[in-house]
Nanobody
Framework: QVQLVESGGGLVQAGGSLRLSCAAS????????MGWYRQAPGKQRELVAD???????KYVDSVKGRFTISRDNAKNTVYLTMDSLKPEDTAVYYC?????????????????WGQGTQVTVSS
């Protein structure tokens, strides 16, 4: 009933910037927290940043001051602007959303994931 579609990944040199987008679509009533996670080869998936529907954001220490999470509630879209990228930021980035949706006349709350987008930072 709900899909998250990511875009914006790619290859960039160290010090460069990228902007990721994730748009949610479907029978959405409301979205609580939206966030970005990443998973590097051989490592566990980690939370990079998340943002409440009121705009309160939090970040993992390693990206503070370099990454900015934002969202457009009218478009059900979350963004991650990544500046001063480092090789250690290389990973598959996944968006996540805590969604209230309508199905068959009933309301449901489920956590959804995007398909992932590769970010590669070369040194």
């Amino acid at each position: 009933q709900v899909q998250l579609v990511e875009s914006g990944g790619g290859l960039v040199q160290a010090g460069g910037s990228l902007r990721l987008s994730c748009a949610a679509s479907g029978s959405i009533v409301s979205i609580y927290n939206m966030g970005w996670y990443r998973q590097a080869p051989g490592k566990q998936r980690e939370l990079v940043a998340d943002i409440s529907n009121g705009g309160s954001a939090k970040y993992v220490d390693s990206v503070k001051g370099r990454f900015t999470i934002s969202r457009d509630n009218a478009k059900n879209t979350v963004y991650l602007t990544m500046d001063s990228l480092k090789p250690e930021d290389t990973a598959v980035y996944y968006c996540n959303a805590d969604v209230i949706y309508l199905s068959g006349g009933d309301y449901y709350r489920t956590e959804y994931w995007g398909q992932g987008t590769q970010v590669t930072v070369s040194s």
